[in-house]
């Protein structure tokens, strides 16, 4: 992890030179992102291998987690990279995107393809969540994700408001089942009936936001 946050802000650090060069009217420019460029193309390949395993990872967790809460519905992330993650020359790959884009990066002055433009979508049975789940789908997807992403960290706080508003009680049980592994959980509520605080067995403190001491 700390790796690749080392790789990324230097990529980041490259990519903000390679757009101050765009804008500017150097006569030698061409020549100038061309070394750019070489610098950058290594840096972009370490990223998207990572990213493409780090999703790879979780996709392995969620599908065991989104039998637990979603039955025989499946829950998956997919990474959107600028380039044929299929390809077996992530090299080759970026070099032809980058050249593909150079006339529009001048145009435009800013770079137009690259890491810093890729994306990320959840899935659910194979359609975008966001248009195809319902809203009860897409909070326990959200919960699943959050919490699946948690578990990867040796120590973890997490924060939720209201999380079990409007959850049946065998979906509030699968919820608290998922902070097991989890190191602290916050969780805020305006109706404290609404948290079934018996599945937390002694595990738990209850602050009242409300109560105000006299001085």
Same mark, same amino acid.
């Given at each position: ?5 080392? $790789? ?70 997919? +990474? ?9 020359? +992530? ?40 248009? +195809? ?29 209201? $999380? ?20 602290? $959980? ?17 595990? +738990? ?11």
């Amino acid at each position: 992890w700390l790796e690749f946050r080392r $790789v990324l802000f230097r990529s980041n650090k490259i990519l903000k030179n390679r757009n101050i060069v765009l804008k500017s009217e150097d006569t030698y420019k061409e020549n100038l992102i061309d070394s750019i460029d070489k610098k950058m193309f290594s840096l972009q390949k370490s990223i998207i291998e990572d990213r493409k395993n780090f999703f790879e990872r979780l996709n392995i967790i969620l599908l065991e987690k989104t039998k637990q809460f979603l039955g025989n519905k499946k829950l998956q992330l997919k +990474y959107e990279s600028f380039i044929d993650l299929k390809s077996e020359d +992530y090299m080759k790959e970026i070099k032809e995107r980058f050249t593909a884009s150079r006339r529009i990066d001048f145009e435009s002055k800013t770079t137009q393809k690259g890491v810093h433009k890729e994306d990320w979508k959840m899935l659910l049975n194979g359609k975008d969540i966001s248009s +195809y789940a319902s809203q009860g789908e897409q909070r326990m997807a959200s919960i699943i994700f959050i919490t699946t992403l948690l578990e990867l960290k040796e120590e973890s706080i997490l924060l939720l408001d209201d $999380v079990y508003f409007e959850l049946s009680n065998e979906n509030k049980d699968k919820v608290t089942k998922s902070f097991e592994n989890i190191s602290q $959980v916050f969780l805020t509520t305006c109706d404290l009936n609404s948290v079934p605080i018996d599945n937390f067995k002694d595990r +738990y403190e209850i602050f009242n936001l409300n109560e105000r001491k006299d001085d």
